[in-house]
């Protein structure tokens, strides 16, 4: 079975980004994939050094990561880049967890730019012989069309997340379907 991992790069206890892989995972699993999240903002993952063997969680993550088919890279902008959080996560992985390895981007954006995160991801992923999926997905104004989920009547149906604008519901369901499309191809 084919495993997609999304990464949520966002520390906020109501993170836009990590709703925002629930929806694209859910469309993962619908398309016949196991799916996984790794919330950055709930495991041990110290500052990277690169004079340090395994700090915290840094080893079980890597071989999450490694494991997957797929991965689904979600960051918050922060300063027109990714988060510093997954940047962290990211200095740990290299080409030895993502080689072979199909990879979709999101970004939300509290604001309206969230071109140069993506171009920024696309880049470093490249660095590390990912296989960046042509579908990827920016969410400008997050927090007006992503709910989190939890509160009675602004969620789903099963009270999970959602996105109330459908082009982008659409948009972000695919890219969790492309991703798994990618991922079965590399895995031929």
Known sequence: MTRIVAVSGSRSADSTTRAALRV???????????TDLIDLATVDL?????????????????????????????????????????KNFHDFCGSDEYADTAVGLLATAGGGSYGGTLEHLRSTFRNVHAWTVPHEVGIRGA??????????????????????????????????????????????
Do not use: C, M, W
Not at 27 to 34: L, R, S, T, Y
Not at 152 to 164: F, L, Q, S, W, Y
């Open 46 to 86: 110290p500052l990277y050094h690169p004079d340090e063997g395994e700090q915290g969680d840094s080893e079980a993550l890597k071989r999450r990561v490694r494991e997957a088919d797929g991965v689904l890279a979600g960051t918050p902008v922060y300063r027109g880049s990714y988060s510093s959080t997954f």
């Open 24 to 34: 694209a995972l859910d469309a993962a699993a619908d398309a016949g994939a196991e």
């Open 143 to 188: 927090s007006s069309v992503v709910e989190t989920g939890g509160t009675a009547g602004t969620t789903g149906p099963d009270g999970g997340p959602r996105i109330t604008d459908e082009n982008l519901r659409d948009r972000t369901e695919r890219l969790g379907r492309v991703v798994v499309e990618h991922a079965e191809r590399l895995g031929e």
